[in-house]
Structure formats: C-alpha cells, structure tokens
Nanobody, 124 residues
C-alpha cells in the first residue's frame, strides 16, 4: 500500500508558475513509476506526465509539452510537477498516482494508488 499526498496547488494568473509536490509513504517508493493526471469539471481525468522509477524516462502529454516538467527524488519519496506558462485551460484538480503495472503508463487503469488531488486555478 502506498499513500500519496499532493500539495502546492493554488490560484495563479495566466503565464505564471506553480510547483506541485506529491509525498509518498508506505511501501518502497522507488519501485513505482509515478504519474500526474488532472481533471477539470465535467471532464474525464486525463494524463499529464509520468516518470519511470529510475527517473531517467519521462512521458508528457502534448497539451503541456514544453511547459510542464516532472521529476522525482526517491530519497525523499517525492515526485514534483513544475508548471510554467500556465493557461486558463490548465485549471483542474491535479492528482499524482503510482503504478507498478506499466512503464510510463498514461492510462488511469494502469495506476494502483492515487492521491486526493490538489486544485490548480489559472485566471486570465
């Protein structure tokens, strides 16, 4: 079992930046690939980015490519999402998730554990 807690969400103006953190506890963090997803009101949860357990392989959705960066610190059992050049359409609840099933998984069903989410609101 892995417990995930996101933090760092908030309200920011378009063009601004935020850094989300996801702290893990429980089973060995370093064996899990980690991902970030987001869900806007009335929409399905969508993949944002993922990072392999080793930290050397990442995958990024086209909608955030060049603006968002995922990283992890296995010693701190934490994964980060640096979000730059934010747009109003980035407004959503952001979730981190852990996967033991697939490498750089992009589907919700491929993740075993989820955090409770953190709200990001980007105003124009």
């Amino acid at each position: 079992q892995v417990q995930l807690v996101e933090s760092g969400g908030g309200r920011v103006q378009a063009g601004g930046s935020l850094r989300l953190s996801c702290a893990a506890s429980g089973r060995t963090f370093g064996i899990y690939d980690m991902g970030w997803f987001r869900q806007a009101p009335g929409k399905e949860r969508e993949f944002v980015t993922a990072i392999a357990w080793s930290g050397d392989i990442t995958s990024v959705a086209n909608s955030v490519k060049g603006r968002f960066t995922i990283s992890r610190d296995n010693a701190k059992a934490t994964v980060y999402l640096q979000m730059n050049s934010l747009k109003p359409e980035d407004t959503a609840v952001y979730y981190c998730a852990a996967s033991s099933i697939a490498t750089i998984a992009s589907m919700v069903s491929e993740y075993d554990f989820w955090g409770q989410g953190t709200q990001v609101t980007v105003s124009s």
